[in-house]
């Protein structure tokens, strides 16, 4: 009976031991997979972080080449903005450039007026032509524009009509410079001409053109020496000698 009890016990033992041992090696394995499926998850997550950061890697870089084309672009146009406000630019300063007055006188359109070519041969500039009788009566206004000037080797288009002077047909040409110092000339043969050149020899101021009538080269040199200097003339309508003849200093006779 000893024996029975004893045997029993030992099974009893034996198969606590053999449960002990499987609950342990079933939870040497639980522990084996959890831990196996907790490093596979956390691979899962790196490899899912990796990616992520791999894509926004990918992301900045194209939004920087993105940016960097934007900023591109709109400095190119930017450029292209200013250049085509300094063509603007410029063609307004064209635009706006004060015209070159290039007519003395008025063109009146009248059947009467004279159209001459008119050089300044001198080397002073010319700010006032005045069309005037020799003697007194009649004297037109200065027919170069307040400001303006003929100057040193300038040539304009100068419109005068004897008509004005009712009925008057010699003139004399009264000249002032931009120095403030005068000329005359004397009988200025304007319906004989249609260019003249205003000279200085040195000792008198005179004119060189061509004659409309006979289609010669004029000069009123010895014409305006021998007024200036005494003699009897020798001009085409002389007036006799004139101490304030033809050049620089005379003042107009009115």
Same mark, same amino acid.
């Given at each position: 009976m000893k024996k029975c009890l004893i045997l029993a016990k030992k099974c009893i033992v034996t198969c606590l031991g053999l449960a002990l041992v499987f609950l342990l090696v079933g939870c040497q394995n639980t522990a084996t997979a959890v831990t196996e499926s907790a490093s596979s998850a956390m691979d899962s997550i790196m490899e899912e972080s990796s990616e992520e950061s791999k894509a926004e890697e990918e992301t900045s870089v194209e939004a920087s080449m993105e940016t960097a084309v934007i900023e591109e672009a709109e400095e190119s146009s930017a450029a292209v903005e200013q250049e085509s406000a300094a063509v603007e630019s410029s063609e307004t300063e064209e635009v706006v450039?004060?015209?070159?007055?290039s007519v003395i006188g008025t063109d009146t359109g009248s059947e009467t007026q004279v159209v001459i070519q008119v050089t300044n041969g001198l080397n002073i500039a010319?700010?006032?032509?005045?069309f005037g009788e020799p003697f007194g009566g009649f004297m037109s206004e200065n027919m170069i524009l307040d400001g303006l000037s003929?100057?040193?080797?300038?040539?304009?288009?100068?419109?005068?009509?004897? *008509? /004005?002077?009712?009925?008057?047909?010699?003139?004399?040409?009264?000249?002032?410079?931009?120095?403030g110092k005068q000329s005359t000339l004397?009988?200025?043969?304007?319906?004989?001409?249609? *260019? /003249?050149?205003i000279v200085d020899s040195g000792q008198v101021i005179y004119i060189e053109y061509i004659s409309l009538r006979s289609g010669e080269q004029r000069s009123s040199e010895m014409s305006e020496y021998i007024i200036k200097f005494g003699g009897s003339g020798g001009g085409e309508t002389d007036q006799g000698a004139d101490p304030n003849a033809g050049c620089i200093g005379d003042a107009p006779t009115n």
């Open positions: 450039e004060t015209p070159v007055i010319i700010t006032s032509i005045q003929l100057l040193p080797g300038e040539t304009k288009t100068m419109y005068f009509d004897p *008509a /004005v002077a009712a009925g008057v047909t010699d003139f004399n040409v009264y000249l002032i410079f931009e120095d004397h009988s200025f043969p304007y319906d004989n001409m249609d *260019a /003249v050149s």
